[in-house]
């Protein structure tokens, strides 16, 4: 944007300074799915408040469209028949790409979550010993606990059900999905129990928009705007009880542990993830990795600074990335300037590149490299985006918050 457009779009309201051809955000988003979306008047809700938020600062207003359906078919349809340009909440992996939609960068990640008395001490599943857990019936951490005899589960069908069955006292723990508990223990149970998020296999995924394919310029603005929205959602999420602090790693007996539900699952991790496809998460492909040849390092920096490393991932690199993601790494296009985009991960920075880099993203046209690529020729070249971004940034300020220039509050 440059010269006269910011001024003119402020005294014509209908000129979208980024050039976006709708003044309406269309939101698909579900009606009755507390603490994420109440079709209310007004609507509320964790992704209505963000909704609004997103479109303020795209100078646009808001219309909801309300979709129970967060199939992979109603979501299909809704997008492809043009009802509404964005779909919240979908979670951002591999097996929800579709050609019809990009998806956006994630804005929040939500996890299954540990429900405890306040003051019990839980650092891994065996603290639950002799205890009776509450679960929602065909869900990961039903699976999960299913593989234990250390513990008896008590099966709901709905999360809040679940945490009215703790309030009752017909079980002593919950392992649900942790949205809808932080929300209920907060607006039902007053906070009487404590909320803790988890990660592990299946367990933990970040959370993304679904944009209309056709949308490419809303697409990109989108991405310009969720990293700046930090502070609201952060505030918005704790306002809606959300799971806070550190997430407990669960770690899982083996992957055939869990069961793997078929692609064509039906419900959305939002409304809660029923029988969502399991993820296969930065901490599964580092389980994964580990059964190869190489060993389980996947803390770059400290061999980052290893000359023959970077030079050997430079060249996998250019071989390989290059044609979209530039020469040595530099882009002309933001969105493909992986130096800049990774230090936006700070601390997750090679958890997420692993990830991405082995699985792809699909709908945006990221290829899927696991098959194609080994682990070691991974590890270089993550040695030498490392380098690069200490090149550019400075070394020893490759992570951190200081994430982007532009993001002031
Ligand atoms: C055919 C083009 C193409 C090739 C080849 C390609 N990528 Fe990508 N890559 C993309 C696109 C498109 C994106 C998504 C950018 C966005 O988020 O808008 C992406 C995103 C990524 C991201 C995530 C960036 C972020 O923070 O959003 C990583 C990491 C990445 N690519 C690494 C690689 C590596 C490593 C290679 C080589 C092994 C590679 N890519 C090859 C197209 C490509």
């Known amino acids: 944007m440059k010269g006269l457009l910011p001024f003119v779009s402020a005294l014509f309201l209908f000129i979208i300074p980024t050039g976006l051809q709708a003044a309406a955000l269309r939101v698909c988003a579900n009606p009755d799915n507390l603490p994420f979306s109440h079709d209310g008047t007004p609507p509320t809700g964790l992704y209505v408040d963000i909704a609004d938020g997103l479109a303020k600062r795209l100078g646009m207003s808001v219309e909801y469209v309300w979709q129970g359906d967060y199939s992979q078919k109603g979501i299909s349809f809704a997008l492809q028949n043009d009802h509404c340009d964005v779909y919240f909440g979908l979670p951002r992996v591999s097996e929800w790409g579709q050609s019809y939609m990009r998806l956006s960068k994630p804005f929040l990640r939500e996890s299954y979550a540990l429900v405890v008395p306040k003051g019990q001490h839980v650092k891994r599943l065996a603290d639950l010993r002799g205890e009776r857990v509450a679960v929602q019936f065909r869900t990961p951490a039903q699976n999960l606990l299913a593989t234990r005899d250390d513990l008896t589960t008590v099966t709901y069908s709905t999360p809040k059900e679940a945490m009215e069955g703790l309030a009752k006292g017909e079980a002593d723990d919950a392992f649900i ?23 592990g296999r299946g367990l933990d995924w970040p959370v993304a928009l679904g944009v209309r394919e056709e949308e490419a310029g809303l697409y990109r603005a989108i991405n310009g705007a969720l990293p700046k929205m930090k502070p609201l959602i952060a505030r918005v999420a704790q306002a809606y009880g959300l799971p806070q602090g550190t997430p407990l790693l669960i770690t899982t007996p083996s992957a055939a542990a869990l069961p793997r539900p078929s692609k064509s699952a039906s419900s959305a991790p939002t409304q809660p993830p029923a029988a969502m496809p399991l993820v296969l998460l930065a901490e599964a492909a580092q389980a994964d990795a580990a059964s190869g040849p190489t060993t389980n390092d996947h803390s770059a920096p400290a061999s980052a600074t ?44 090679d958890s997420f590149f692993y990830h991405t880099v082995t699985n792809g993203i699909p709908s945006v046209g990221m290829p899927t490299w696991g098959p194609v690529l080994s682990h070691e020729q991974m590890r270089k070249m993550l040695a030498f985006l490392h380098a690069a971004q200490n090149k550019r940034f400075g070394i020893g300020n490759s992570t951190g918050d200081t994430t982007t220039p532009t993001s002031t509050k």
């Not at 949205?179 to 988890?198: C, D, E, F, Q, W």
């Not at 030079?311 to 493909?336: Q, T």
Request: hydrophobic letters at 35%.
């Open 177 to 199: 999905w942790g949205p809808s508990a932080g929300y209920y223990n907060k607006v039902l149970l007053h906070n009487a129990y404590r909320v803790i998020p988890t990660r």
């Open 306 to 349: 290893d000359a023959n490393l970077v030079e050997e991932g430079r060249v996998i690199f250019n071989s390989n990335c290059s044609h979209c993601h530039g020469p040595n790494a530099v882009a002309g296009d933001p969105y493909m300037d992986l130096p800049a985009l990774l230090r936006e991960q700070g601390p997750d920075m």
